[in-house]
Each structure stands twice: as structure tokens, then as C-alpha cells.
């Protein structure tokens, strides 16, 4: 074990650099999304907006687009700060005594990839939202109908079949989805189930970001076989 203060602090400010460059890549990923492809829909006018409705789409997105630079270059400056200041306590560390480069490395490596695995599997499952709520399909299930039975019976269902990448189902979420549970939050026998796929880590990324409340699940590669290829689709159930 090293015991030096300056290796630790060293590490996980090193450590904590990859995050941040995963959040960002998130954020460039979302501009391409949610300001550029937004953009290019109102100035192809391929939905024949009105007026208004360019308007009030064009305010959103110029906000969406302050948003996402101001965590882009924030998070970009916090990580030239900690690399900076990850040499200085090196430099210390070096200076305190005269350190191998295996076991060093072995620390720096082993940290780096906890904070990525911390980051990939348990910070981004966590919601604080209440009426959020995940449901896994039960191996021996061979059909809606017994989803159905087994979590809805005498229900109404509004299912929605969305993908963790699909320009036009992340529109539908920051657009459609709200405006219509409040049409229909008095009605207490609707429910809303979202039938996601795509990758694990953005489907609860983008749960989580744009606040989909309701039963979700994620369809895997098995599950796949006979599901809904186009997306966005909703039926009633």
C-alpha cells in the first residue's frame, strides 16, 4: 500500500477525468440531437410548423443549446484543473520518496476503472423519482397478454415502444409525452408503459434526463426477435 497523501489525491483526481469525459461525449451527443437534427427539422420545414410553433420550438432549442455548452466547457475547464493539479501532487509525491512505476500504475489503473464501472452500473440507475418503475419480463412469459395479466390487469395501457437512440422518440419525450399525462392525470386507470432498446447504460441515462415516468422495460438481443422495428409506435391496451 502507498501512504503518500499526494499519490491518493493524485489518482483520484486522475480517476475522476474519464467520467467527466464520458459525460461529455453525453453532451455532444445530445447537441447533435436535441439542437442540430431540432434545427435541421425547422429549416427543412418538413411538418409544415406554423409561426408559432417555429418559434416556440427554435426557444427551446436555442436554450437546450446555452444548456449543454455551458456543461460542455465547464466540465472541459474542471478537467484541466484536475489534470494540473494531479501533476503538482506527483511532483510531490516523486519528491517524498522514490517511487517503482508498476505499482503505481496498478493503483492509478485500478481506481480509474471503479470510477468508470461506479459511473457506468450504479450512479445513473439511480432515480429519485418515485413513479418511475422497472419491470423485467418474465423468462416463461411468451406474451403481452401475460405482461399484461401479471402487472396491468383491468387497466388501461398506453405502451410505448421507444430506442435509446431514436432522434424522433427522444423528440416525442421532450415534446408529447408531458402535455398528454396531463390531459389524462385524472384518469386513474391508465397506465404507461415504455418499451425500450439499445444500450443499457443510455436507456437509464435517458430515463432518467428526460423524467419518463411510468413502467419501463428494456427488451435485450433475445427478447428482440418479434418486437416493433419502427420506433417511435404507441398502441392501447
Known sequence: MIKSKYFWLAAIMIAIIPVLGIDITQHYLDWQKEVREELITVVQDLYSFNKQQKANILDKVF???QTLMFLIYLKSFVILILLS???YFFKLYKKQQRPKLLKPLFYII???VC???TKFFLINRITTNENIKFLTINPSASSF???YNDNFKGKVVYVDFWGTTCGPCLQEFRNFTKPLKDKYKQRGDIKYLYIGQGNKYLWHEQIKKYNIEGYHILLMRHNM???IKIQPKTVLF
Do not use: D, M, V
Open 110 to 112: 485500478a481506481i480509474i
Open 225 to 227: 426477435k418479434n418486437s
Open 63 to 65: 436554450e437546450r443549446n
Open 85 to 87: 493539479c494531479s501533476f
Open 115 to 117: 470510477f468508470t464501472l
Open 145 to 147: 397478454q401475460q405482461l
